[in-house]
């Protein structure tokens, strides 16, 4: 089993997709999901407070707003934790979208620079294109390790674990 | 609490994603204070992918893109609201864009009060305070701005962050005022208070309504149990059209405040988009004060200095304190004359107004120069030189805030 970054890193297609073939998808639902869920915190509606954008720091500089650097304590240690990952350029926003571009050019640039394979496709247009972009997606996960896990029936059924989200 | 009180305010939240950046309980915190709700128009997610062409504007960040189709629910009608809150990053260019461009559409093609602000992760309640409540009270209030004259007699109390202003009015004339540095502020304002009702030639109990306003507006007006306590955007704007007397049509009013300064598009005396602050003491009365104390000169008198000086003669650049003050030390030692470092810190601070500031109003003549630093003849020399437009200084300016509590506190004599 790899864990498996996506671009837009919210994709439920994508990470359905992954799912399917035995791999972890790293998304950033379950970032959020295990903000929302810890105690001791008050900061609706997603409980980021103004220590995100510290922890940001790790990704972005100072001088980057505030709303790329919550964004990224978010993302970043998905990035962190990602053994492949696939970009799917120009997606509709029903695909996915974190909402600031200035974070995705740099969520993909540093999953590009980490030096794990990398995906990068075009979202379709087409129908024929469509049966591509699943075939190409497909190829690549098949070519994923898979020895982590052992018992690929099982994982369509499991519920992304948090703890293995990379944090 | 009236029931107009009670009612909560509807503003849109339009913001690229401040949930994100650790200030949204800040937001929620003051529009709670101002029995406010924030809500976000809801709009179909295929709209998205059209919005841009729709707009005419093309960004790629998709809160951006949200930003742009919920200032279209609003316009359109689909979403049913009182005022609307812009909100982008700080520091972000393409928000800026949005931000502004959002701005001027919805106030173009609707009569929604429209405020706007750049958040940093350190964003607090207390700043949105302000810009919170001048704008529910556009909503809640519009009669009470509509009032074009002083009835009674009735006072006002500017508790400012350098000094304390007060005057006293009756029948729609000042008759008394008074003027004090802010230390202790209720110490300060029981002096000018004082100071106003013995030139007036009144005693406190027969003031019939008292107005506050200003930083300390809330711990003075308690103090003296004031019947209005209202914010200074929408004093300071009833005030200087008060002031100026062009309570009908367009102006722009520029507030040079002690700490931080206002511009302020009003309309019939009621204010529409406005700005608040500044990055840095640099741009406001303050700097004044640091330089004609550094000249040695007291600073009543600093304006007549900067009149008589050539701004061109010195390079400063006052967009931070520290530097402007480094300016100052390097153009004196290279000889330059007091007058023209006086001319050069006046051009600068209504450079930072101009850079900061008059970018996110829409300047309407008449210009109305308010506020402490508008005494200072160099200032509004300096701005008409920037803007190429008239400056209306009015008689008492520095009084703006007071006078203008005074006016809208005579709403609660009538009552």
Known sequence: MAKVFIYPANSLILADLIERFGHKP??????????????????????????????????????????VRGRMALIGPLIE????????????????CVGCNRTNELMKYLI???????????????????????????????????????????????EPSEKETGK | MSSEELKPVKIALVSCGSEYSGVQPEFESAADKVNAKFVYPEIDIAYMDTIS????????????????????????????????????????????????????YIHKNSSVPVISYSF??????????????ALTTIVR?????????????????????????????????????????????????????????????????????????????????????AQLIQEEITVNSKGAVYLANRQKGSATVIDIGGMDNKAISVEDGIPGMFTMGGICAGASGRFFEMISK???????DFGAMAVKGMQENVFMNSYCIVFGIQSLVNSLAKGASPEDVAAAACYSVVEQIYEQQLQEVDVKEPLILVGGSSLIEGVPKALTKLLKLNVLVPKNSHLIGAVGAALLASGFVDE
């Open chain 2, 53 to 104: 062409r729709d707009f005419g504007l093309e960004v790629a960040s998709g809160d951006l893109r949200l930003m742009m189709a919920r200032a279209k629910a609003v316009v359109e009608g689909t979403t049913n609201v009182d005022g609307v809150f812009i909100t982008t990053c700080f520091r972000c260019a393409e928000g800026a864009i949005v931000r502004n461009e959002v701005r001027r």
């Open chain 1, 26 to 67: 790293l998304v950033i639902m379950n970032q959020i999901r295990e903000k929302v869920t810890s105690i001791s915190l008050d900061s609706p509606p997603l409980n980021i407070t103004p220590e995100d954008p510290k922890l940001g720091l790790r990704y972005a500089a100072i001088e980057v707003p505030p709303g």
């Open chain 2, 120 to 133: 940093t992760e350190r964003t607090s309640a207390g700043t949105l305070l302000t810009r919170l409540e």
């Open chain 2, 294 to 300: 550094r000249l040695g000169v007291d600073i009543t």
């Open chain 2, 141 to 225: 209030h519009k009669h009470l701005l509509t009032r074009e004259i002083q009835s009674g007699l009735t006072a006002g109390i500017d508790s400012g962050s350098t000094t304390t202003k007060a005057v006293v009015m009756k029948d729609n004339e000042i008759i008394g005022k008074g003027w004090v540095p802010t230390t202790k502020v209720i110490e300060s304002a029981e002096e000018a208070y004082s100071l106003a009702l013995k030139e007036a030639g009144v005693s406190i109990e027969e003031i019939q309504a008292l107005g506050t306003t200003g930083y300390g507006r809330f711990l003075v007006g308690n103090h003296f149990k």
């Open chain 1, 81 to 96: 934790a990602a053994e492949a990952s696939i970009i799917v350029e120009n997606p509709p926003t029903n695909f996915g």
């Open chain 1, 112 to 158: 590009r620079s980490k030096g794990v394979p990398v995906l990068e496709i075009k979202y379709p247009e087409l129908d024929e294109e469509a049966h591509d972009f699943v075939s190409k997606i497909v190829e690549f996960l098949k070519s994923l390790p898979k020895e982590k896990l052992g018992h690929d029936e099982k994982v369509a059924d499991k």
